[in-house]
Structures are given as C-alpha cells and as structure tokens.
C-alpha cells in the first residue's frame, strides 16, 4: 500500500497533538478535544503572558479552571490582528497562573516490578507547546551535535505518512473520492523529523551495522541504568552551558533555553528536579540532549586520555539510552566502559552493569537470530492465495478460490522451538510477531476480496482469521505488555472490521466473535487486575465492545476484575482503593447507559466523586483531577446529579458549571459516537518507535 501525505499546519498547540501523552494510554482517551478547544480559541503562551480569543465570561471561567487562574487575577482585553481581520483577546499575565502541578501518574507492565508513566497537566502542555515554538531550532541545534546519536530530531515535522489500513477496509465498497469531514491527521507521528532508525531493529539491519562487523572484531551492548529515573533536570544547563557557569551564574542561567527547559520539567512534574516524567516525546528530547552532551565529552575523552580516534579504533552507536560499541581490542571496549561511566556519573546517571554484553563476530544478537527464523516460519506457514480453476460444467467459466492452509498448533510448536533454541524471551519478538501477523491479517483481506466471495471462500477466510488470532493470543498470552496488547486489540479490530463489513453468516460472524469473546474473557481471569496490568485490561474490555450485545460481560464479572467486591451483609459494591481516570471513564464507556449496568455505573459514579472529594484541596492543580472531572460533565451516560456534585467540588455553581459544560463538547475521554476504535489503534502505528 502507498504512503499518503497530509500536510501539517505549525499552529502553536499542534505539539499537544503528537508529543504530550504517553503511547501506552487507553484509546479512549486523547488530545484530541483539548486541542480543538485550544485552536478554536486562540489559546497560547506569548511574551510572558496567556492568550485567547475573547468569548465572554463563560470562556473566561474555562480558563480559570484550565490555568488555575485565582479570583483576584487581572484579566486584561486587547485587540489584533489575524488572517488580515481584527480580533478581541482576552490575556492575562502567566505569574498569575498556577504552573507547578501534580502530573497524573499510572503504571504499566515492564520488567519485575513495572514502570511509571505520566499525563502531565493540560496546562502545563500548552507551556511545553510554547517551548516547542519558541525554541524548536536550538532544541534540534543541541540534539544534533553528537557523533554517536541514532534517534534525535533534525527539523520540524511539515507532512505526515500514514497507512490507513482499517479506513481502506471500511471503504473498499464505497465509491472512491469521498471526503471524510475533519479527518485530521495531525494526531499522527511527532513534531519534530528524526534520523535516522524508526526502531533499533532497523539499526540492526542497515548498511552502517554491516559494515561496522566487517571493520571490527566485537560488539559490546551498554545500557544507561534508569535513565529517566535519575535524570536530574539541572543537568540540561549543565550539559548546554557548562557545570561551573551553570553553578556560578545561577540567576543568568535560568533565563537561557536550558534553564527555561530546565524549568519546564520541573514546573509539569510538582517542582521536582530529581527524575523526569516518563512517556511523553518531550521527556526523551529533554534527556537526548543531556545524552548528547555525554557523547561528545566521551568522544573527547577517548581522544584526550586513551588515544582512541572514533571511526578508527572503536565506533559507537546511541539509540536512546542504549550504546553499541564497536572494537578490534577487548582493552578498547573496557576504556570505552570506564570512560562512559566517569562521564555518566558527573551527570548522576550510571552504567546498568548487570545488562552489559559483549558479541564477538559473527556480530549478530540472539534477537536478531529469532527473527530470521520467525520471518521464514510465518512466511512459509502463511501464505493466503487465490486460485483460478476452470469448472467441468464450462470450460470458460474460471472459479476464484481463496485458500488459506494453516494450522495454528503446528505454528505454535515450531514458534516455540525458536523461543526456546534462540534463547530468547517472548517480549522481545512479540513486536516483530505481530508486525507480521498483522499484515497477514491484511492479505487475508485482500484475497478473499480478490476471490469469488462464494460461501466456501467466506468460511475458508474465517477459519484463517480464527487459526492466525489463535496462534497470536497464545503469543501475547507470555508477554502481555501495554504495546503487546495494542497490537493484539488491532488485529482483533482488523478481523472484526472484515466480518462486520461484508455479509457473512450470522454462523460465521458467531465463530470469530465467540472466539474473541472467550480468549478475551480468559486474558482478563489470567491477568487479574493490579497497579501494572490495568491499562492492559483497558484494551481488552474496549475491544470486547466490538462484537455486540450478545457477548457482553455480566455486570459481576467486570466487578470482579475490578476488584469491586459485593458487602455481604448489604449487597453493595465497594473498593479497597480508588479506581483511577483511566478505568473509571473506560468502564463508563463499555456500559454506556445498558440498563444491566445500572447498579455498577452507579458505584463508578460515587467512585469517581469520592476520589475528586480526597484530593479536593489540589483539584485544579491535580491533572488526574481536572481531567476527570472535565469527563464527567460531558459524558452522556453520567446522571445530571455527579455532574453537579463534581462541578460543586471544584467550586462551581450550576451557572458557571453550565457555561464549563458548553466549552467543549468533550475533552480527554471521546464518548459514543466520537470514539472510534479501528480509528484510534490504526492513529497509534506511527508512534510505535522502541
């Protein structure tokens, strides 16, 4: 399939879209109605003060509440120009605004003992919005001075490439030239162009790795121990302006880009200056340009100390925080070690010394050996088709078959083998996998549209998909990460979609969607619900809500793995802990307004309202806070009554409720009609960088 190219608009907020969230959160939840409220109005940070188009008091009260603004703040009118034409602003001194916020944090599967991610707070993305816009040259200037560096931004964004596979299926039989209205793309991709690999797997396949393994003898693989964890923000003007003027010319220093970075990070993450949020785009352009800076004193080091000359006695490739060290001599890889970990150390980050590994030639890594393997596996034992066949009755008349042999067992023993012979672990080739599964996925698509559609090709291609989800479920099954299960919900979707969209049987449809059903119903039993897997159990339960109201989860069942247990004596629901953001409105979302779910959409309602209660002293400073309550006051399936108590909790009444109400007709959480998710996990292929 080709490419398509949208070109970008370089509004100030457009990095709200593409560099602020995390990949991993649910696809519920987005940018998207936040940025339409920002460009609607005009909303940005210049020359020290906030900006926006004047809309009366109801707008001024949304911003308020967006920008924590207090009664008392001065709230200035001033006329411009736009577009040729007079505009009335509203602007109001940034001092005033209440920068330094808690950032919604939640967790994920990653390792032993899983790994936090951030939302920071809407506010404080339009500030970062605003460094990106000020700043964007200096920041690509001071992402590109090292020699080492694989990832790292080179220029600003001006189109953006998709393969918009779901959307191709779901217009295959409308007539072509339709326009669809506001499909932007803009969520696509990032704000800035990088250079120069998508992914490490990529650097392991090119032409600079090969020719390396002719130059050198061995290859040793460094990784930076909790980068982002220990990142410590004062290390950027360290990095940019030197420790010793930094340290001697504090005042002066927070007045250039790094101390303004600097204090950007801090500002998003509660004034924190130890650790950075982990997540958003912004946070590995903050840490690649720290990163930068060791590169160069190494290089300089190596020069200066050892006598080692790069691209002559050693070559060294950065992706992110991990280092690749070419050499001919084992003392070249140890000074290149002991160098590397001086330098880390004045920047008070550290070598992860249990993750060093050394590959002698044939330089080539255990993963690297799976995935061969796995590429000629899937390839041979996939391979959809449609054959022509002349019918015995007329010898003119040609039959189009599809055909499409696969035996799921057979698959999962030979894919198997090459986990266990490679040495590898599932998590590392569940990526590569289901890349390929996916795009198989595709193929059965397109050759049972290229076949005669009879009903032995209709069955042929449902026993495919069912065969290739069942190999893919017993592969997720062993790594069920956050991105694992994204790609898992997008081949589920990518099947539904086909089912849905042509007309198959009601026997057939009930074959895939039982099937889905059942191997859902058991990832959630498997994978009970705890502080790392509850994202995870987001996707599933959104892509259960595909398959209609005959495979709806009773209403236990969802408490169950919710944790919500039944009071015995009363029968009421109750939680030991708070539900976060993300499963209240995902829970609110799959029950919509079913009446089965009466009795539990209640408690999540009374949840929702208890949690803003306990942290109603830092409400507007308290992104998980804000967000869920700007939610609540839009989402149809919420009784009126919650949404007045959450706007009484934030110390509104009905009319300035009424009027935060009518800003926007939603925000973080896109509910019914406005949700799409064959849409949303599709938007999500170009962010899928590590």
Known sequence: MSKRSVSLTHRRQRSVLTDMLPFEVPPTFSNRGFFAFLRDHRVEIEDGRLRWKDGGAALDCTMSLLFGLPKTAVLATEQATEWGGAITRRSVSIAECRMSTIPFNFRVA???????????????????????????????????????????????????????????????????????????????????????????????????????????????????????????????????????????????????????????????????????????????????????????????????????????????????????????????????IEELQVVLKSKKLSINSAKVKSYPKPIITEITIAKERISTLLNSEIDPSVDEEITESDPVEVVRRFKCALNSNRLIIRYKMIIK???????????????????????????????????????????ALVSLLEFAFFAYSASPKVNHTIRMCRMISMSVVFIIGRSFSHELRHLLFKFVHDNVVQMLDKNKMNAHREVESLYLLIALSQIGREYWLPEQAIAKHFLIEIDQASGDYRRSEFLNHFSITVLLSYMKSKLRYNKLRAFIEAQALSKLEYVKAHCPNDAEALMLMLDLIVCPYVSSTTKISAGAIFGFNAIELAAIQGANDHWFTAWGDKFDLAKELDAKRSREVY
């Open 110 to 336: 990653h390792k032993l003992d899983g790994r936090t991610l951030s939302v920071v707070h809407p506010r404080n993305q339009v500030e970062v919005a605003n460094f990106y816009a000020h700043y964007n040259a200096l920041i690509i200037h001071y992402a590109s001075l090292s020699s080492f560096s694989i990832r790292h931004p080179v220029s600003v964004s001006r189109f953006a490439y998709f393969k918009d596979k779901i959307h191709e299926q779901k217009l295959e039989n409308i007539p072509a030239g339709v326009e669809e209205e506001e499909n932007e793309y803009e969520q696509l991709g990032s704000y800035f162009v990088y250079r120069e690999y998508r992914n490490i797997h990529r650097f392991f396949e090119s032409y600079k790795y090969h020719r390396c393994e002719k130059k050198y003898n061995a290859m040793a693989q460094v990784d930076v121990s909790k980068c982002f964890d220990s990142i410590y923000t004062h290390s950027l003007p360290w990095a940019v302006l030197g420790k010793g003027q930094t340290k001697f010319h504090l005042d002066q220093s927070t007045r250039t880009f790094a101390g303004r970075f600097d204090s950007v990070m801090q500002r998003l993450n509660q004034s924190e200056t130890n650790g950075i949020v982990i997540g958003p785009e912004f946070s590995r352009i903050f840490a690649e340009i720290i990163l930068q800076s060791i590169d160069v004193e190494l290089e300089r080091c190596l020069r200066d100390n050892a006598k080692l000359v790069h691209k002559i006695d050693y070559e060294i490739f950065r992706y992110v925080d991990d280092y690749f060290v070419f050499f001919n001599d084992p003392s070249t890889e140890l000074r290149v």
């Open 421 to 463: 012979e490679s040495g590898v672990e599932y998590g590392d080739l569940l990526n590569y996998t289901f890349a390929i599964i996916e795009t198989k996925i595709d193929k059965i698509v397109k050759m049972y549209s290229s076949s005669d559609k009879s009903e032995p090709d209709r069955r042929r291609s449902v026993y």
